[in-house]
């Protein structure tokens, strides 16, 4: 069956250090991927979009990888601030113009 | 900046009541959407539109319809509410096709008693 997990339902980093969140996927072949920021009682907000061909892409303290083989994104907030407490969701489309798919999010807390 | 308004931040229904959630974008987008959100199930589609008059089934469409009148408009339509469609409803839009990066509104927090 297809799958879309995010690995960890919460996550405590402290303060500086960076924190690694994990999207895998099975059974998709999707173009490119998708990482969204929410906050408690919000819609999600986009991030970051890393297409099948880009290895790498950054935005300020963001930086997301995209590994087709190994069926798998990795969000990295470096720096981390308590600010960035949020949940983190990624998200696929399963075909080239099918809606998005979102895992069920990472619950993120930056502990000053 | 896309806007994305809910008509209502928190509504509270009796089970087989009719509801009506509003979905209003102001940047011309082609696609409209509804999820709904609920703890350790994460997002789950509803319904979608990428045109107006069009509509399309998502992954849970059961118990719901949709109307696209006009294009900046999608609401949602509960027919006879229940106990177990008390949810997170989140809209959202997108120019292009329908899997670009979406813009989100505030949500409703619906409760069905």
């Known amino acids: 069956s297809q799958k879309i997990e995010q690995n960890s339902e919460a996550l405590n980093i402290q303060e500086g250090k960076t924190a690694t969140l994990t999207c895998n996927y099975t059974n998709y072949s999707p173009a490119y991927l998708q990482w969204y920021r929410q906050d408690p009682g919000r819609g999600p907000v986009f991030l970051l979009l890393?297409?099948?061909?880009?290895k790498e892409k950054r935005k300020e303290r963001l930086k997301v990888t995209f590994d087709t083989t190994l069926k798998q994104s990795l969000f990295h907030i470096t720096a981390s601030q308590p600010a960035d407490s949020a949940t983190y969701l990624c998200?696929?489309?399963?075909?080239?113009?099918?809606?998005?798919?979102f895992g069920k999010g990472t619950r993120l807390s930056v502990i000053a | 900046d896309v806007k994305v308004t809910q008509s209502s931040r928190y509504l509270v229904k009796r089970t087989g009541e009719k509801v009506f959630l509003e979905c209003v974008q102001d940047m011309d987008h082609e696609n409209m959407f509804w999820y709904r959100q609920d703890p350790g199930l994460g997002l789950r589609l509803i319904y979608f539109s990428y045109d107006v008059k069009m509509k399309e089934k998502g992954d849970i469409p059961e118990g719901y319809s949709v109307s696209r009148e006009k294009k900046e408009r999608f609401s949602l339509i509960l027919e006879s509410a229940s106990t177990n469609q008390t949810s997170m409803y989140l809209c959202a839009s997108s120019p292009g096709w329908p899997g670009e990066k979406l813009f989100f509104g505030s949500g409703t927090q619906l409760s069905v008693l």
């Open positions: 890393i297409r099948e061909n880009e």
């Open positions: 998200a696929l489309a399963p075909a080239g113009n099918t809606p998005l798919v």
